[in-house]
């Protein structure tokens, strides 16, 4: 008798599926311009404004600017996770994505490594000028890049999770924050350390390997966390 079980997909079939997707959500999102400089835009405005709003000392600045750019980077990365599976949803490529037969957690992931690049990188590099513009010395721009690079990577693949579970849901944006801003503190607390520590000059190498950790328990659960969410939306 003939044996009609489906084979698992290889490893290389995986890893292109999950690059063809990667690709995919990178071009979508460069012809989609407005959407990927609004959480930028919002990063720049605020960290810009905010010493209009309390003095234009530059040491006061420097007491607060790790915690201006850390409350920044999240907000702006939090505006971008409404989009990361709400159109592939409407226009059903997440349930051809379901019967692919490739494992959604691959996919999952790639569509999020696909925001962190379009979003969490950009914020990194954008940091140090924001940074400097806060009273910052150039000296702390490596810990700052470090921190926010690492931190964001965390708070994607957070944010992938509360986008997964209110997929399909009306006004999904405040639900969103309600999941997600709660999870993202530890990023928040540990990133906020790491860039306060480089502003100063002081070793910043503990909190940035917390961060560290916390991104490498996010790639270990959030893609298996938002694949079983998005499942479940599709039944």
Do not use: C, N
């Not at 920044?72 to 692919?100: I, K, M, N, V």
């Not at 010395?137 to 994607?156: F, H, N, R």
């Amino acid at each position: 008798m003939s044996d009609t079980r489906t084979a698992a997909p290889d490893a290389a079939s995986v890893l292109e599926a999950a690059r063809l997707v990667l690709e995919r959500d990178l071009t979508l999102a460069l012809r989609r311009r407005g959407q990927l400089v609004q959480p930028l835009a919002f990063f720049v405005i605020v960290t810009t404004l905010f010493p209009l709003a309390i003095s234009p000392e530059l040491a006061r600045l420097r007491e607060v600017a790790a915690g201006v750019l850390w409350v920044a980077a999240l907000l702006a990365s939090l505006l971008a996770l409404e989009f990361l599976f709400r159109d592939d949803a409407y226009d059903g490529t997440l349930e051809q994505y379901a019967l692919s037969g490739q494992p959604l957690t691959g996919l999952m992931f790639a569509k999020t490594a696909a925001h962190w690049l379009l979003t969490g990188l950009p914020l990194a590099l954008m940091a140090p000028l924001a940074a400097l513009s806060l009273g910052a010395p150039p000296d702390a721009v490596p810990g700052i890049v470090a921190s926010v690079a690492v931190g964001t990577i965390a708070l994607s693949l957070i944010g992938s999770i509360g986008a997964a579970l209110t997929l399909g849901l009306r006004r999904s944006g405040v639900l969103l924050a309600l999941l997600t801003l709660p999870l993202s503190l530890p990023v928040l607390i540990f990133g906020a350390r790491a860039s306060e520590l480089a502003i100063h000059g002081e070793p910043y190498v503990a909190p940035l390997e917390l961060l560290a950790a916390l991104a490498v328990l996010g790639i270990t659960l959030a893609p298996l966390a938002s694949a079983a969410a998005v499942r479940i939306s599709l039944e």
